[in-house]
């Protein structure tokens, strides 16, 4: 995942509370990895755990949580709710995306291009119900 001539990662460049070394060390999974490319490369930069389900059919549900809860504890995610007010019964209210802090660390390492990841997504077929739950307004997504 290093490169040399890339930034080098140290606990000193702390931005908002992410520590480089262990957001890094979490990605050394695949199935985590997979995750962030997901969302990376999800039209709206923050799908549901329904949408994270559907694009990683190898990950069960309850492993999917845990998965999700290891990547919010190093900062390099963070769930999002909307207000559950005119959704209809099954419509997705909590979301994922990437932290600015991710980003950054991200684009500083030439990690999880947004562009080539939003093309792969692009070439997924989707479900109706998945496309229904694509449609849901995220609120303050950066996306």
Known sequence: MSRPDATPLTPAENS???DP???LSVLDDTTRANIIGTIVGHPRGAPSKKELEYYNPSIAASTLTDHLIRL????LIEAIERDREGLER??????????DAARELFD????????????LFAEVERTDE????EDVVRPNSRN
């Open 16 to 18: 908002a509370g992410l």
């Open 21 to 23: 070394i262990a957001a």
């Open 72 to 75: 919010e504890e190093v900062g």
């Open 90 to 99: 099954g419509q997705p209210y909590r979301f994922f995306q990437l932290t």
């Open 108 to 119: 500083r390492n030439n990690l999880f291009e947004p562009d080539a990841y939003r093309e």
């Open 130 to 133: 998945i496309k229904a739950a």
